[in-house]
């Protein structure tokens, strides 16, 4: 079965500093793959998302992750963290026969940054 | 323009009633999903319609749950019986296609089974 998971539940890092969340994940053919933040009281919100392709993928916020087949990877990062970005973040993998599209989320990172 | 809206966004019922939740999906989106997300966890998958009908209900726990689209726009998911293991904060999701489509999130119900 196809599974995701982020083995840090919870992640402080200073202001300024660079950041990388980890992402492993279960699935048969080549998957789609995504990050979404979720801040408290606000709906998910996709970061960034990688389908085929260049393996290192650009989002918003200045995030970026790096798809890595050898080892079931799709980590996320940004080179300076902002105060703004302490949130949960999701990765997901779409998942379902016949492409519908669903998505099988991690159990999410919570991330706290220090001023 | 508008994004995917949740109604209510609190709802407290107690153990055995009948609840109904909500989702006014973006419109023009043919795809609309609905996940639960437990404390402290991830979304879980749910059910997934295109157009009206339900093509994937594989995520519902049981037959306490049921979810409708009838015109191909607005759902209601719909919990009978329920029990307090049922509370969590249900996300309804909508796009425009299906695989690899972004998914659009609204704000969620958070519903308390008392």
């Known amino acids: 079965a196809q599974s995701v998971t982020q083995p840090d539940i919870h992640i402080t890092v200073s202001e300024g500093a660079s950041l990388e969340l980890r992402c492993n994940y279960s699935y048969g053919a080549t998957p789609y793959l995504f990050w979404y933040v979720q801040s408290p009281g606000q709906g998910l919100q996709l970061l960034l998302k990688?389908?085929?392709?260049?393996?290192l993928v650009q989002g918003i916020k200045g995030f970026e992750a790096e798809f890595k087949r050898s080892q079931s990877s799709f980590n996320l990062r940004k080179p300076s963290v902002h105060w703004s970005d302490a949130a949960e973040y999701f990765c997901a993998v779409a998942s379902g026969s016949g492409n519908t599209g669903k998505l099988i989320f991690g159990q999410g990172t919570t991330l706290q940054v220090k001023p | 323009g508008a994004g995917v809206s949740q109604t209510p966004s609190n709802k407290v019922t107690e153990k055995g009633k009948y609840v109904e939740l909500r989702c006014d999906p973006i419109?023009?989106?043919?795809?609309l999903y609905w996940y639960r997300q437990s404390l402290g966890q991830g979304p879980e998958f749910l059910i997934y319609?295109?157009?009206?009908?339900?093509?994937?209900d594989s995520g519902l726990p049981n037959d306490r749950f049921f979810a409708v689209r009838p015109e191909g726009s607005v759902s209601t998911l719909k919990i009978q019986r329920t029990e307090r293991g049922d509370s969590a904060v249900y996300l309804c999701?909508?796009?425009?296609?299906?695989?690899?489509?972004?998914?659009?999130f609204g704000p969620g119900t958070r519903l308390t089974v008392t």
């Open positions: 319609f295109q157009g009206t009908g339900a093509a994937d």
């Open positions: 990688y389908f085929s392709g260049d393996t």
């Open positions: 999701a909508s796009s425009l296609g299906t695989s690899g489509a972004e998914q659009y």
């Open positions: 419109s023009g989106h043919t795809a």
